[in-house]
């Protein structure tokens, strides 16, 4: 018997640091999570172009949690969010209530204040994006401005989509919503762009090297100010000049050679 | 709540259900007043939609929810749709816009009036980045 999911989906095999973090911070304002996603606990989403397909992973994935018997399920992808909520909660049914990891801590903040105790200097932008019904833009603002130190910096500005992912495939959109996003960043005096959900942190820590800002996830600065280590591998990999070798030969074969050279490497390598 | 017991009860069957009823109200009751497409930040985007007819767009996107072809504006609209959700509170008639343009683009995509998205990959990766940065403690437990 599980008492608690965190469904972190299916992209967020990118971000294992973020899952251990997230998992951590959970355990420490009372909520013991079990980490689940990847293709086994898929919400159909990647596969929505063929409904039937879609349905049948959403399915899978609602039963598994409903005879979990977990009294909640904690949310990190938007996607997956809005799904729980729409098709698989319409046609499903849905034992567990759910928050957005964001939403999880902010209503337990009380017990993550005390925790709070490493000063982070640093002047931050949040990536906003426009849609989302998952709560976030409301509640990792509140969450940042708990660390001290940390200074939230206000910009009306706020991209298209609920994330960067459906801004990639659409003929200048993300290049848009990078450049207004450093527009904000210089006009504000940021030095730290924070990122919300995955996908975005995937788009934009190239920024960090090509425009000489830093660019975080919320839940990184979270860590800062709670003295969690954590290595963001993703961005040393996207911003090397040799990933396959910051890698390493060892990891990559116990990854399987193949499907790294395939999958990995193109996506690490390509234009920032 | 007792074992099996659900705090939330499903409101239809399957998504075929969820499909045709949302389907059949959203065609009742949206007018083609266009006010989705004039609120939506995607238009930009969408080189076939600049200058278009907000109400004939949303008439094509009407028709490809039935299984028409749409208008190249429409196609493009749809297509382009990244869920901003500025058109739901924009409708006055509450139809839910977003969704009006999802389940168009859920038939468009399996009738072949727009290409499907290339996921075929996605999958693999996710398996592919999991084996990279999780213990093998962690791909037992979490995947």
């Given at each position: 018997m599980t008492d608690a999911l965190f469904w972190y989906g299916c992209n967020m095999t990118r971000h294992a640091e973020i899952i251990r973090l997230g998992t951590h911070m959970l355990e420490a304002v009372g909520v013991a999570a079990a980490p689940t996603g990847g293709p086994s606990a898929c919400c159909g989403s990647p596969k929505e172009s063929t409904p039937r397909i879609a349905e049948g992973m959403a399915n899978r994935t609602m039963n598994s949690f409903n005879e979990s018997g977990a009294k909640q399920v904690i949310t990190w992808c938007p996607t997956c969010h809005m799904n729980l909520d729409d098709f698989m909660g319409a046609t499903q049914g849905k034992q567990a209530e759910s928050a957005h990891l964001a939403q999880a801590l902010w209503q337990r903040r009380a017990a993550l204040v005390p925790l709070l105790t490493q000063p982070v200097a640093r002047r931050v932008l949040i990536d906003m994006h426009?849609?989302?019904?998952?709560g976030v833009n409301e509640a990792v603002p509140g969450l940042l401005r708990l660390i001290p130190g940390v200074t939230v910096l206000d910009h009306p500005y706020r991209a298209p989509s609920y994330m960067c992912f459906g801004l990639a495939?659409?003929?200048g959109a993300l290049a848009d919503a990078k450049s207004n996003m450093l527009a904000a960043m210089e006009a504000t005096g940021a030095d730290t762009l924070v990122t919300i959900f995955h996908s975005c942190h995937r788009e934009l820590v190239g920024l960090e090297r090509t425009h000489g800002i830093r660019v975080l996830n919320w839940v990184h600065l979270l860590a800062e100010g709670m003295g969690l280590p954590y290595e963001d591998e993703y961005k040393a990999w996207r911003n090397s000049d040799d990933p396959e070798a910051l890698i390493g030969a060892e990891r990559i074969a116990a990854a399987g050679e193949e499907a790294v050279r395939k999958l990995v490497l193109p996506e690490l390598t390509r234009p920032r | 709540m007792g074992p099996g017991e659900r705090m939330v009860e499903p409101r239809y069957s399957n998504w075929t259900a969820l499909r045709a009823v949302e389907s059949a109200r959203m065609l009742a009751a949206?007018?083609?007043?266009g006010a989705c497409f004039e609120a939506c930040?995607?238009?930009?985007?969408?080189p076939a939609a600049q200058g278009a007819s907000a109400a004939d767009t949303v008439r094509g996107v009407l028709a490809m929810l039935q299984g028409g072809q749409g208008d190249e504006a429409a196609r493009g609209w749809v297509a382009a749709?990244?869920?901003?959700?500025?058109?739901v509170p924009a409708c006055p008639e509450a139809v839910d816009p977003m969704l009006l343009l999802r389940l168009a683009k859920f038939t468009a995509q399996e009738n072949g009036t727009i290409p499907p998205r290339d996921a075929k990959d996605a999958m693999s990766r996710v398996k592919a980045f999991a084996r990279l940065g999780f213990s093998e403690t962690e791909q037992k437990e979490w995947l």
């Amino acid at each position: 018997m599980t008492d608690a999911l965190f469904w972190y989906g299916c992209n967020m095999t990118r971000h294992a640091e973020i899952i251990r973090l997230g998992t951590h911070m959970l355990e420490a304002v009372g909520v013991a999570a079990a980490p689940t996603g990847g293709p086994s606990a898929c919400c159909g989403s990647p596969k929505e172009s063929t409904p039937r397909i879609a349905e049948g992973m959403a399915n899978r994935t609602m039963n598994s949690f409903n005879e979990s018997g977990a009294k909640q399920v904690i949310t990190w992808c938007p996607t997956c969010h809005m799904n729980l909520d729409d098709f698989m909660g319409a046609t499903q049914g849905k034992q567990a209530e759910s928050a957005h990891l964001a939403q999880a801590l902010w209503q337990r903040r009380a017990a993550l204040v005390p925790l709070l105790t490493q000063p982070v200097a640093r002047r931050v932008l949040i990536d906003m994006h426009i849609g989302n019904g998952t709560g976030v833009n409301e509640a990792v603002p509140g969450l940042l401005r708990l660390i001290p130190g940390v200074t939230v910096l206000d910009h009306p500005y706020r991209a298209p989509s609920y994330m960067c992912f459906g801004l990639a495939s659409i003929p200048g959109a993300l290049a848009d919503a990078k450049s207004n996003m450093l527009a904000a960043m210089e006009a504000t005096g940021a030095d730290t762009l924070v990122t919300i959900f995955h996908s975005c942190h995937r788009e934009l820590v190239g920024l960090e090297r090509t425009h000489g800002i830093r660019v975080l996830n919320w839940v990184h600065l979270l860590a800062e100010g709670m003295g969690l280590p954590y290595e963001d591998e993703y961005k040393a990999w996207r911003n090397s000049d040799d990933p396959e070798a910051l890698i390493g030969a060892e990891r990559i074969a116990a990854a399987g050679e193949e499907a790294v050279r395939k999958l990995v490497l193109p996506e690490l390598t390509r234009p920032r | 709540m007792g074992p099996g017991e659900r705090m939330v009860e499903p409101r239809y069957s399957n998504w075929t259900a969820l499909r045709a009823v949302e389907s059949a109200r959203m065609l009742a009751a949206c007018t083609a007043c266009g006010a989705c497409f004039e609120a939506c930040p995607m238009i930009a985007y969408v080189p076939a939609a600049q200058g278009a007819s907000a109400a004939d767009t949303v008439r094509g996107v009407l028709a490809m929810l039935q299984g028409g072809q749409g208008d190249e504006a429409a196609r493009g609209w749809v297509a382009a749709c990244t869920r901003s959700a500025v058109c739901v509170p924009a409708c006055p008639e509450a139809v839910d816009p977003m969704l009006l343009l999802r389940l168009a683009k859920f038939t468009a995509q399996e009738n072949g009036t727009i290409p499907p998205r290339d996921a075929k990959d996605a999958m693999s990766r996710v398996k592919a980045f999991a084996r990279l940065g999780f213990s093998e403690t962690e791909q037992k437990e979490w995947l």
